[in-house]
């Protein structure tokens, strides 16, 4: 499987892209602030640890914010007085928000290096509890407990702290010139992603074309997420039996690129797939979104849950990485403080204010404040 990933070094201000070629497995890393992930929210605890029964359970904190316009304000960063690098990978759909960041942290006064990869959340997540090589996990899915426990093993152990910077909305999409499609129920998504060969399987009165299907890649925390909201909740079918319906459907290829997803669904009218509403939102005279269940992606579907494949995009760092790395901390502080000025231009959603405090308290719980 075709795999590739974006690198920008904020500094040197570098972006290249970087390909290899091999299939991996998606693992990834969790946010605590005990031995398991901090931060991630009781309903993703409570289904993990019914789904794996003695696995670490991410731990939740709430900000103490007093009332829920109350706005935690953390101090302020001076960029100039920090040095060293910063290191960040994971999610290909976190990265051009990430990259936004460290761009702007850097204009600022920041006189190191932020470098930040696009290979997808399992990866990133890789990299941040397996090899302990960076020090902030991009991610578009909270962090599996099995991640976590990867990061207790490490030496020095981490215990992940999670940080929700945004909400995204995952579209479906075909080619513009496509004229038959406008509206899937979940049922419908499930079978053009799976078991339907051509499109008047789907509806009698679509065209008896092949479904021709692009997807992200199984490092993708897109990847991961579709599957679990189409297939695991809906249907509750084990997490291996939805990868295999996606990845074994007929005329379907699989890319950590996103730009690949997009010149493949653009090539055909009866081509089909998902990614981030930025990538979207990059190629939306190209392509068209299609609705899900009758709601359209956008801000105030996503944010109040109507729409079924909206998600939350974190990062995650580790309190000891932040106090013996302050430019690491910096960053995240930078991040946290400014990520609702750049968001939306980026092509998400700002998280609600409940959600940006609680990783406001985060920040001030890792600094000991």
């Known amino acids: 499987m075709f795999r590739a990933f974006r690198t920008l070094i904020v500094g040197l201000v570098l972006v290249s892209g970087l390909a290899a070629c091999g299939s991996t497995s998606d693992t990834g890393t969790t946010g605590a602030t005990t031995p398991a992930a901090a931060g991630a929210s009781q309903a993703a605890t409570a289904e993990a640890a019914q789904s794996e029964p003695?696995?670490?359970?991410?731990?939740?904190?709430?900000?103490?914010?007093?009332?829920?316009?109350a706005v935690i304000e953390l101090p302020e960063v001076d960029g100039a007085a920090l040095n060293g690098d910063v290191i960040t990978a994971g999610s290909s759909t976190v990265f051009p928000l990430s990259q936004r960041l460290a761009e702007r942290f850097h204009q600022e006064g920041f006189g190191g290096n932020v470098t930040v990869d696009s290979i997808g959340s399992g990866a990133g997540f890789e990299r941040f509890c397996k090899s302990g090589e960076i020090d902030i996990a991009n991610a578009s899915r909270a962090i599996k407990p099995e991640e976590a426990e990867n990061c207790a093993q490490l030496s020095p152990a981490r215990t992940p702290i999670e940080f929700r910077v945004g909400t995204d909305?995952?579209?479906?999409?075909?080619?513009?010139?496509?004229?038959?499609?406008?509206?899937?129920?979940?049922?419908?998504?499930?079978?053009?992603?799976?078991?339907?060969?051509?499109?008047?399987?789907?509806?009698?009165?679509?065209?008896?074309?092949?479904?021709?299907?692009?997807?992200?890649?199984?490092?993708?925390?897109?990847f991961d997420f579709f599957a679990e909201a189409v297939f695991n909740k809906q249907y509750k079918e084990k997490k291996d039996t939805a990868y295999a319906q996606l990845l074994n459907a007929q005329n379907v290829q699989a890319s950590e690129d996103d730009n690949v997803l997009v010149q493949g669904i653009e090539g055909s009218p009866y081509s089909v797939g998902f990614f981030g509403f930025a990538y979207y939102q990059e190629n939306e005279d190209r392509l068209k979104a299609i609705l899900v269940e009758g709601k359209q992606p956008n801000e105030e579907t996503a944010e109040k849950g109507e729409y079924a494949l909206s998600r939350p995009l974190f990062i995650y760092s580790d309190a000891e990485i932040m106090k013996s790395k302050p430019q690491v901390a910096g960053f995240i502080n930078f991040y946290l403080t400014n990520v609702n000025d750049e968001i939306e231009d980026v092509g998400y959603f700002p998280a609600s204010a409940e959600a940006l405090n609680t990783a406001k308290q985060h920040w001030l719980d890792a600094q000991g404040r």
């Open 54 to 69: 003695g696995a670490a359970a991410p731990a939740t904190a709430t900000a103490e914010s007093g009332t829920a316009s």
């Open 169 to 222: 909305a995952i579209v479906v999409a075909v080619s513009s010139d496509n004229t038959f499609l406008n509206n899937l129920t979940m049922e419908q998504l499930r079978q053009v992603f799976s078991t339907a060969t051509s499109w008047n399987e789907i509806d009698p009165n679509f065209p008896n074309e092949p479904i021709k299907r692009f997807i992200p890649g199984t490092d993708s925390g897109t």
